[in-house]
């Protein structure tokens, strides 16, 4: 069974920077993607960005463009999430996810959810 475990959250000033760490663990072969979304207290989750293994693309929703950064080690079934420049808005609860299957849309068809990690940015 996949499990994917979220580390790296916390408090910081707007401004600040965090960075986010998502391990995976129970599979045998790579996955499509991976990913995060976020959740803010009374808003629905939203996607933030994500990462493909094969080619090594990279998406960013249009509020952390600029601002974050995804990496990955698929050897160590790995992603990050750099976040710079952070913002009062950024705070919630931090999502790393993981794609099985290719669909033209990045932002849908997630399989597999970690179980999150707060970010909260004071102003």
């Known amino acids: 069974q996949v499990q994917l475990v979220e580390s790296g959250g916390g408090l910081v000033q707007a401004g600040g920077s965090l960075r986010l760490s998502c391990a995976a663990s129970g599979r045998t072969f790579s996955s499509y993607a991976m990913g995060w979304f976020r959740q803010a207290p009374g808003k629905e989750r939203e996607f933030v960005a994500a990462i493909t293994w094969s080619s090594g693309t990279t998406y960013y929703a249009d509020t952390v463009k600029g601002r974050f950064t995804i990496s990955g080690d698929n050897a160590k079934n790995t992603v990050y999430l750099q976040m710079n420049s952070l913002k009062p808005e950024d705070t919630a609860v931090y999502y790393c996810?993981?794609?099985?299957?290719?669909?033209?849309?990045?932002?849908?068809?997630?399989?597999?959810w970690g179980q999150g990690t707060q970010v909260t940015v004071s102003s």
């Open positions: 996810t993981e794609k099985w299957s290719y669909s033209t849309n990045i932002e849908i068809e997630y399989d597999y």
